[in-house]
């Protein structure tokens, strides 16, 4: 079975700008996660979606949002994009979570660069 | 965002040493992952604990789950150079939000 996949591996972009990042989860988990990791850090979390619905929050500013599809795979969405949104962008996926996550499985993630 | 104290945050060892690694939280987890991460990828899955005292193993690791439920360990036995990378644990708390370490770098020196 396939691992969890994300695209692009890579983009730059600038300051203003809008992103998408997308992500699809292992075959048969329902659950995704959206985390940033800054360089030197551990990833924090931004969102869960389970069953197209949104469960969990972390603190990130509106600039931040995110949806899942009817295929369970997912697009995070980051608006007004500042230099301080360079990061590693991690999805994580797991079979369950309406209550609880379980154990998550993460993609090579996808490194963006604001300059 | 919370993150949990992990420590050491960094680790030279020599070849066939053993290795210990442990996390602590403010607040209690239901679970405790470990994770390990190469520069460049993702954090890949070592070892997942889901009771409180539960103490497992995963080849020349070993991981074990507090019973206070704030805190967790791994230890590497017999270290080898491809144990080189950052160390990771994670909890989920309350909310579905799930929390990582800081981070323990670990250097093998053969």
């Known amino acids: 079975d396939a691992g969890v996949t994300q695209s692009p591996t890579h983009l730059i972009k600038t300051r203003g700008q809008h992103v998408t990042l997308r992500c699809s989860p292992i075959s048969g988990h329902k659950s995704v996660s959206w985390y940033q990791q800054v360089l030197g850090q551990g990833p924090q979390f931004i969102f869960q979606?389970?069953?197209?619905?949104?469960?969990g929050r972390g603190n990130f500013p509106d600039r931040f949002s995110a949806r899942q599809f009817p295929n369970y795979s997912s697009e995070l969405n980051v608006n007004a994009l500042l230099l301080g949104d360079s990061a590693l962008y991690l999805c994580?996926?797991?079979?369950?979570?309406?209550?609880?996550?379980?154990?998550?499985?993460f993609g090579p993630g996808t490194r963006l660069l604001v300059l | 965002g919370q993150q949990l104290n992990q420590s050491p945050q960094s680790m030279f060892i020599q070849e066939g040493e053993d290795v210990s690694m442990n996390c602590t939280s403010s607040s209690i987890f239901n679970t405790w992952l470990w994770y390990k991460q190469e520069p460049g990828e993702g954090p890949v899955l070592l070892i997942a604990?889901?009771?409180?005292?539960e103490l497992t193993s995963n080849g020349r690791l070993t991981a074990q789950f507090g019973i206070t439920r704030k805190d967790s360990f791994l230890n590497i036995s017999a270290s080898i150079p491809s144990d080189v990378g950052i160390y990771f644990c994670a909890g989920q708390g309350i909310g579905n939000q799930f929390y990582f370490g800081t981070g323990t770098s670990l250097t093998v020196i053969p």
């Open positions: 979606y389970y069953e197209k619905e949104e469960r």
């Open positions: 604990l889901y009771k409180a005292g």
């Open positions: 994580a996926s797991s079979l369950v979570g309406q209550v609880w996550i379980g154990t998550q499985y």
